[in-house]
């Protein structure tokens, strides 16, 4: 019998031979290295096209050792298989990967935690070597299947759960790593694959390990973490991930997020998004904001909470993305988020808490539209601004700005004060275009004083180019102005140009504020903020001496104003602080002392009229009746001539300096032309009026008619408004009904015989004639000598 089984075994196959000599008699001792070697040498050198054989061979060992529960011997039969996977290179090596990937898939089906684990380590291997030629046919969808269920493994010993876990994830990443290296293999982009792939990994990284609770011996180290593996295999995957494949990728994890209620609270949606976008390559990362800003579409009348927590992580992903999160289209991304502002004002509620949810969600959007634009360069950032300011109704007149939508107002205001702050002003000019500027200053005028005061913010933040806005916060009589630490440059020439151009609609609406009964101390603040901006911006001679000019119609307004007496008495003050500024900052220091002077009057004879008591904060609107019947208040609002700033002594204080004083006693009087939606340049200034002539002609129109030169002042424009035109205007209508009589009724051959003794036919004929008799008489001057060359 023994002879027989000697004889059999002669007969079989050398490739068969060599396979059984490396099985020991005692699988505990393992595989017999000696005969590995030869196996290995024999499928390299000697019978390189056997080693399909091998592997088919090795399968059928492997599956009836499976069946009959022989797990070393399959360990010995695994490691057979990845020590010729690794060693061999031959052009052959597709046939024995399939007889490969079919061990390591029945070593999958099993339920032997121990054999999954072999079975991945194995695939892991495999993964790794690259291959002469590509297979076209070879498909993982069943790897893809496994080891993401592996990934969800609950078993109930937590180091065994731990490891499943672990193969799972490993396995993933192996099936990615050898797909994605060549274009050839399956497409694992495919949402059937990442359906799979991204849950399985979000869902380790979430779970911070129920098996690393234990404590015992075999906790893992952090590199060998479920949760830290999914995350390096995760990043993996996005760093791979091309163009037309980010989608792919981001569409399983807003699902992932979705359905497990991943959004409220949102930490593990910005852990994510921050994997993301540190990940993905950099010129893609404006495709994550578009994908997250479609999933804010998507959940547009969801819950505020889930809204407010995605914007924030747009916010995030935004902040990492840098100059890349907007891309192509940059006004698209402000005009979505404005959309979602909007629809939450209109969405909100009675309810306390929904309201109070609502809030916070336009809250972020605000944070987060600044943040896009502190992305863009400056000139974008002020066309960001110019189409905000078109958000704004497009009223005409005062009816309209009555029934703007305050809340809605009130967040764009927001919103463009949040971009203004990523501006950084260079050019006056250049921060305000007449496109922005005119709308803007039309809404400083609206009633709300909270909206006043956020348009006033918005002129510090891009005329405040050296950090001084906030050391002017408040209405003080500083003795010395170095105190307040201010930062003045030199001014540029085109500050003083754009200032020359659109500076009278400033003042204008400067004054206009002032009048309003609805002002706050903070209100009065803003203002005084913006005339020193004003001043230490562009503090040039000829804006020194509108500032002044400004100064004096706000005095005389509020001395011929009805409003309020603590409202009278804070304009009083704030005049008085900003022409102490003005004094200290100027070369005028004659002007400085005239201040002083009226500030000492007023100490001794009316302290109402200084900041220290004008701008009492514990002052309410409830309470000033009470203040006006107090003894520091006057029974009747009078100002003596001793606390009072005089046009004349100030003239001659900076006459004295050299100032040309000529301008200082022109009021502000008219209201410059102002369009909300146009250019409205409106560049002269009514300071100017006094000097404008006007050149008419004679009323017949002779060109020989000398021109009559006639001067229009404040005075001759009122006399012309004030003049009763209605005997002229009459005239007009029948002359116009007479016309339009003659064309109806007269017959053809009259109209024309009156169209040819028109006085326009006459003037034509006679510039005519005139034309051509001065031609025959300058002929002879004017004869043309021509050179001998052109002579024939």
């Known amino acids: 019998m023994a002879g027989f089984c000697v004889c059999c075994t002669a007969l079989k196959p050398r490739y068969k031979r060599l396979v059984d000599n490396i099985f020991p008699a005692n699988p505990n001792d393992g595989l017999v290295k000696s005969n590995m070697e030869k196996l290995t040498f024999y499928a390299l050198s000697s019978r390189p096209e056997k080693l399909d054989r091998i592997g088919q061979y090795l399968e059928r060992k492997l599956s009836a050792d499976i069946n009959r529960h022989r797990s070393q011997y399959v360990f010995i039969s695994m490691e057979i298989l990845d020590q010729l996977l690794v060693s061999c290179h031959a ?8 007889s490969f990937l079919k061990m390591v898939q029945k070593l999958l ?11 991945t380590q194995s695939f892991v291997k495999f993964a790794n070597v690259e291959e002469d030629a590509p297979s076209y046919h070879r498909r993982y969808d069943f790897f893809v299947s496994k080891f993401s269920s592996l990934c969800h493994n609950n078993n109930s010993d937590p180091p065994t759960r731990r490891k499943l876990r672990q193969a799972g994830l490993k396995g993933l990443q192996g099936v990615v790593r050898k797909t994605i290296s060549d274009d050839l293999q399956v497409n694992i982009w495919e949402a059937v694959h990442m359906d799979k792939i991204v849950p399985s990994l979000l869902y380790n990284m979430q779970e911070h390990g129920p098996a690393d609770e234990d404590g015992d011996a075999e906790s893992p180290r952090e590199e060998d973490n479920p949760a830290h593996l999914a995350e390096v295999v995760f990043r993996d995957l996005i760093c791979r991930a091309s163009y037309g494949n980010i989608k792919s990728v981001l569409s399983p994890v807003l699902i992932h997020l979705d359905n497990h209620n991943l959004w409220v609270p949102n930490d593990f949606a910005i852990r994510v998004f921050k994997i993301i976008m540190f990940s993905v390559q950099s010129q893609y990362g404006y495709l994550v904001v578009q994908m997250l800003l479609t999933h804010v579409d998507k959940h547009a009348k969801s819950d505020p909470r889930i809204k407010t927590c995605i914007v924030t992580v747009l916010y995030e992903a935004v902040l990492i993305s840098a100059g890349n999160s907007t891309g192509p289209s940059v006004l698209e991304v402000f005009n979505n988020l404005l959309r979602h502002l909007r629809i939450s004002i209109d969405r909100k509620s009675s309810e306390e808490h929904q309201r109070n949810e609502e809030i916070k969600f336009e809250e972020v959007v605000v944070n987060t539209i ?76 609206i009633d709300d004083p909270g909206m006043r005061i956020i348009v006033q913010e918005i002129l510090h933040t891009l005329f405040d180019r050296h950090g001084n806005a906030f050391k002017l916060k408040h209405i003080t009589l500083p003795k010395d102005i170095a105190t307040l630490h201010l930062t003045i440059k030199i001014n540029n020439r085109h500050d003083l140009l754009f200032m020359k151009k659109s500076g009278m609609q400033l003042y204008w609406h400067i004054l206009e504020n002032l009048q309003l009964e609805s002002n706050r101390v903070d209100n009065f603040e803003a203002i005084y903020c913006t005339m020193c901006l004003i001043c230490l911006e562009v503090g040039q001679d000829e804006v020194i001496i509108e500032l002044v000019r400004l100064a004096l119609d706000i005095q005389q307004m509020a001395l011929n104003s009805s409003l309020p007496v603590t409202h009278l008495c804070a304009i009083h ?17 004659s002007l400085y002392h005239n201040v002083l002077r009226v500030v000492e009057n007023r100490e001794n004879d009316a302290p109402y009229l200084l900041p220290d ?5 514990n002052n309410r609107p409830h309470s000033w009746s009470d203040l006006e019947e107090s003894e520091l208040y006057p029974k009747n609002f009078e100002v003596k001539e001793s606390c009072l700033f005089h046009q004349d002594k100030l003239a001659e204080c900076l006459r004295s300096s050299g100032l040309d004083v000529t301008r200082l006693s022109t009021p502000f009087s008219a209201r410059p032309n102002l369009g909300f939606g146009g250019s409205g340049e409106g560049g002269t200034s009514v300071s100017d009026v006094g000097s404008i002539n006007i050149e008419m002609e004679g009323t017949d129109g002779s060109p020989h008619v000398s021109k009559k030169t006639e001067e229009i002042t404040v005075e001759s424009l009122k006399k012309m408004l004030a003049e009763d035109n209605s ?44 034309v051509s008799q001065d031609r025959l008489t300058s002929e002879p001057q004017q004869e043309m000598v021509f050179p001998k060359l052109f002579v024939y």
């Open 573 to 589: 003050s704030l005049v008085a602080a900003f022409l102490n500024v003005l004094g200290q900052l100027t070369s005028a220091g």
């Open 613 to 617: 008591f004008a701008f009492n904060r």
């Open 370 to 445: 600044g943040e896009f634009a502190n992305n863009l360069p400056d000139y974008q950032k002020i066309e960001i601004m110019m189409f905000i300011m078109g958000k704004f109704p497009q009223f005409t007149n005062e009816e309209e700005i009555g029934k703007m939508d305050k809340q809605l107002s009130v967040n764009l205001l927001r919103t463009l004060l949040k971009v203004a702050t990523k501006y950084k002003t260079v050019g006056l000019s250049q921060a305000f275009p007449p496109e922005f500027l005119h709308p803007l200053l039309r809404i400083s005028l």
């Open 727 to 770: 005997v002229g205007k009459a005239e007009e209508e029948k002359h116009r009904r007479e016309v339009v009589n003659m064309f109806r009724s007269a017959p053809f051959e009259d109209i024309v015989a009156h169209s040819k003794s028109t006085h326009f036919h006459n003037k034509l004929n006679e510039i005519l004639d005139m």
């Open 109 to 119: 089906e099993c339920g032997d935690p121990k054999m999954q684990i072999r079975a």
């Open 91 to 98: 052009h052959s090596l597709n046939l024995f990967v399939e």
